[in-house]
Protein backbone atom coordinates (compact mmCIF):
# COMPACT_ATOMS: atom_id res chain seq x y z
CA UNK A 1 0.00 0.00 0.00
CA UNK A 2 1.60 3.47 -0.70
CA UNK A 3 0.86 6.11 1.32
CA UNK A 4 1.06 9.93 0.51
CA UNK A 5 1.26 12.61 2.48
CA UNK A 6 2.89 16.23 3.08
CA UNK A 7 5.48 17.45 5.99
CA UNK A 8 4.50 21.01 5.81
CA UNK A 9 7.70 22.43 6.91
CA UNK A 10 9.89 20.36 4.67
CA UNK A 11 7.41 19.88 2.05
CA UNK A 12 8.62 16.34 1.84
CA UNK A 13 6.32 13.48 0.51
CA UNK A 14 5.83 11.85 3.36
CA UNK A 15 3.84 8.57 5.00
CA UNK A 16 1.05 10.42 5.68
CA UNK A 17 -1.19 10.15 8.83
CA UNK A 18 0.23 6.80 9.89
CA UNK A 19 0.37 6.49 13.91
CA UNK A 20 4.16 6.77 14.65
CA UNK A 21 5.12 6.46 10.83
CA UNK A 22 7.30 9.68 10.32
CA UNK A 23 9.22 8.58 6.87
CA UNK A 24 10.31 11.80 4.46
CA UNK A 25 11.19 11.91 0.90
CA UNK A 26 12.29 14.74 -1.66
CA UNK A 27 15.15 16.06 -3.46
CA UNK A 28 16.33 19.18 -4.50
CA UNK A 29 16.41 20.93 -7.54
CA UNK A 30 13.35 19.28 -9.23
CA UNK A 31 13.50 18.92 -12.44
CA UNK A 32 17.69 18.63 -12.12
CA UNK A 33 20.29 17.71 -14.31
CA UNK A 34 22.93 16.48 -13.65
CA UNK A 35 22.64 16.08 -10.15
CA UNK A 36 19.67 15.87 -7.25
CA UNK A 37 20.46 15.62 -3.61
CA UNK A 38 17.98 13.42 -2.21
CA UNK A 39 16.68 14.43 1.82
CA UNK A 40 15.32 12.07 3.50
CA UNK A 41 13.81 11.54 7.20
CA UNK A 42 13.16 8.53 9.70
CA UNK A 43 11.26 8.27 13.06
CA UNK A 44 13.56 5.60 14.12
CA UNK A 45 16.86 4.31 14.23
CA UNK A 46 16.91 1.06 11.61
CA UNK A 47 17.32 -0.18 8.22
CA UNK A 48 16.80 2.19 5.69
CA UNK A 49 16.43 1.49 1.57
CA UNK A 50 16.36 3.90 -0.94
CA UNK A 51 15.87 2.89 -4.43
CA UNK A 52 15.61 4.67 -7.66
CA UNK A 53 13.27 3.59 -10.38
CA UNK A 54 12.25 4.49 -13.86
CA UNK A 55 8.57 4.80 -14.82
CA UNK A 56 8.39 1.16 -15.69
CA UNK A 57 9.14 0.32 -12.42
CA UNK A 58 12.42 -1.17 -13.32
CA UNK A 59 15.20 -0.81 -10.45
CA UNK A 60 17.96 1.76 -11.82
CA UNK A 61 20.07 2.82 -8.58
CA UNK A 62 20.50 1.80 -4.83
CA UNK A 63 21.41 4.82 -3.26
CA UNK A 64 21.23 3.46 0.57
CA UNK A 65 20.59 -0.14 1.96
CA UNK A 66 21.90 -0.39 5.35
CA UNK A 67 20.95 0.97 9.45
CA UNK A 68 21.14 4.07 9.88
CA UNK A 69 20.45 6.41 12.74
CA UNK A 70 17.14 7.89 13.10
CA UNK A 71 16.39 12.00 11.95
CA UNK A 72 16.98 13.65 8.83
CA UNK A 73 19.85 12.62 5.77
CA UNK A 74 20.80 13.87 2.75
CA UNK A 75 22.68 11.49 -0.37
CA UNK A 76 23.26 12.93 -3.74
CA UNK A 77 21.75 10.67 -6.87
CA UNK A 78 24.53 12.05 -9.88
CA UNK A 79 21.71 10.67 -12.77
CA UNK A 80 23.99 7.11 -12.90
CA UNK A 81 22.70 3.43 -13.06
CA UNK A 82 24.27 0.53 -10.98
CA UNK A 83 26.41 -0.02 -13.87
CA UNK A 84 27.71 3.73 -13.86
CA UNK A 85 26.33 4.74 -16.83
CA UNK A 86 24.53 8.17 -17.37
CA UNK A 87 20.19 7.67 -17.32
CA UNK A 88 18.17 9.19 -19.86
CA UNK A 89 16.08 12.29 -19.21
CA UNK A 90 12.40 10.94 -18.01
CA UNK A 91 10.82 10.64 -14.18
CA UNK A 92 12.06 8.63 -11.80
CA UNK A 93 10.69 7.40 -8.49
CA UNK A 94 13.23 7.49 -5.37
CA UNK A 95 11.36 5.26 -2.76
CA UNK A 96 12.37 4.78 0.93
CA UNK A 97 11.46 2.09 2.74
CA UNK A 98 12.17 1.82 7.00
CA UNK A 99 10.14 0.55 9.67
CA UNK A 100 8.18 -1.78 7.40
CA UNK A 101 6.68 1.74 5.52
CA UNK A 102 7.53 3.35 2.22
CA UNK A 103 7.46 7.17 1.39
CA UNK A 104 7.65 7.34 -2.74
CA UNK A 105 8.95 10.93 -4.15
CA UNK A 106 8.43 11.62 -8.02
CA UNK A 107 11.68 12.76 -9.80
CA UNK A 108 12.61 14.71 -13.25
CA UNK A 109 16.14 14.35 -15.08
CA UNK A 110 16.04 17.00 -18.07
CA UNK A 111 18.98 17.15 -20.05
Known amino acids: VQIWG ?3 EDNLSAAGDVPGVKLGLGNHPNP ?3 MTEISFGIERDGHARINIYNVQG ?5 LVDGKLASGTHQITWNGRDDAGLQVGSGVYFARL ?14 K
Do not use: C, D, T, Y
Open 6 to 8: LIP
Open 32 to 34: FNP
Open 58 to 62: QLVRR
Open 97 to 110: NSGGQIAEHKMVLL
